[in-house]
């Protein structure tokens, strides 16, 4: 390069499932020459069934008509708008105004990075949940917050330490990111959780957001934390059609807040892309209009595949916790777990456990080290994979047994 780049390059490395799809992909043509099969990958939660039938009839549609291939408002289209607002009616029984508390974003993912833009200056200090999203921490960092992580733990149900968070020096705290139903952890929140959450922060005068794609994951009650009493005031909550519709491709989100806060996101937000493709937005309409038994039919199959993971989990020895929600299995790895016998000892205990499966078995599984420093012990299976695929992981780990 004839030039150096940005300093804020300097503080991040690339997305630790970038480099290890890149590492997979290095494998597989390995094993391909040595006439084995394919790595079976349990990492990125990428969910792999068909999004609903309507959305795609709509999509198709839309992008037969003339008029669909214009930029699109800022804003979103209307109808999308009004269908989120119509989707947290009737699924948080929190009521939001159209027109001015709802963002359509390309993806949550997208959103994270807008709001540190628009609410963060260097020097701000950020909390980050331990074990958390890489990308809360990585994107603090990008605009030059300094990272304040605050731990979760098993013993606590993954929640915050309130006694440890009130001990901590918030001189200087401009936001706090949270993450119910838990990634990695699958912890599922509580009304009495997010009121003091709110009380938090609106005694220490904290933005909190609340980061909210998972809550109809195998969660029979999905809640909101702006139905919190005094939310509005310090909440911004992000959405998304990924996980809860098989959208993840099509990248479309929402962030949800006082429409205060709404319009310094736009602000941002509007100087770095225009709207999404018309006939996704319509789509996404459709999408949302979905009732209740589309949820149903969704849990039903990854209830199924979790109750597999559990078995794959039994298998290799990692403890776990059956009343979680999300897309994963989160797992405790023990010391003294016999598939750790000459492991990489300078390695933490899930990055050992998920290399030897990896190299030794040709199974991917998160190791927990990815999402903080409490993680180390633990390892991460996602339920994105059909069942043939986890009954043939737990076939290649027996071999490796015997």
């Not at 490395?13 to 997979?24: H, Q, V």
């Not at 291939?69 to 804003?75: A, G, M, R």
Request: charged letters at 25%; hydrophobic letters at 40%.
């Amino acid at each position: 390069m004839i030039i150096r780049p940005a300093h804020r390059t300097e503080t991040v490395r690339e997305y630790f499932f970038s480099l290890k799809n890149k590492e997979i992909a290095a494998l597989n043509a390995k094993r391909k020459a040595e006439g084995l099969d394919p790595v079976i990958n349990l990492g990125i939660g990428s969910p792999d069934g068909m999004p609903p039938q309507e959305a795609i009839e709509a999509l198709c549609s839309a992008a037969r008509l003339p008029d669909s291939h214009k930029y699109q408002p800022y804003v979103g289209l209307p109808e999308l708008r009004e269908a989120f607002a119509g989707w947290y009616s009737r699924y948080y029984g929190v009521e939001l105004d159209p027109g001015s508390e709802i963002q359509p974003l390309m993806g949550s993912k997208e959103g994270i990075l807008t709001i540190f833009l628009t609410f963060i200056d260097e020097g701000d200090k950020v909390l980050i949940p331990d074990p958390g999203y890489p990308t809360y921490s990585s994107a603090a960092k990008m605009v030059g917050a300094q990272v304040l992580n605050y731990s979760l733990k098993e013993e606590n149900g993954w929640y915050p330490d309130f006694d440890e968070l009130e001990n901590m020096d918030l001189e200087g705290v401009k936001m706090m990111w949270t993450n119910y139903p838990g990634m990695p952890t699958g912890a599922v929140p509580t009304p009495e959780l997010y009121r003091r959450l709110v009380d938090f922060a609106l005694r220490h005068r904290i933005l909190l957001v609340n980061d909210n794609p998972y809550s109809f994951i195998l969660n029979d009650n999905p809640i909101s934390m702006l139905a919190a009493e005094g939310a509005r005031e310090c909440v911004i909550e992000l959405n998304s059609l990924s996980k809860a519709h098989n959208m993840a491709g099509w990248r479309v989100g929402m962030v949800a807040a006082a429409s205060e806060y709404v319009t310094e996101i736009l602000k941002v937000k509007s100087q770095m892309d225009s709207g999404s493709f018309k006939p996704m937005q319509l789509a996404s309409v459709a999408a949302l209009a979905q009732g209740p038994e589309w949820f149903s039919s969704l849990n039903e199959m990854y209830r199924s595949r979790k109750k597999l993971v559990w078995k794959l989990f039994d298998l290799i020895g990692a403890r776990y916790d059956r009343g979680t929600a999300g897309l994963f299995v989160w797992g405790r790895v023990d010391g003294d777990n016999p598939f750790l016998e000459g492991t990489d000892t300078s390695k933490t205990l899930g990055e050992r456990l998920s290399d030897r499966f990896l190299y030794e078995a040709g199974v991917f599984i998160t190791p927990g080290l990815v999402f903080g420093h409490n993680g180390d012990n633990y390892i991460r299976a996602s339920l994105c994979a059909g069942e043939e695929v986890i009954v043939n992981a737990m076939e290649k780990i027996n071999k490796l047994i015997k």
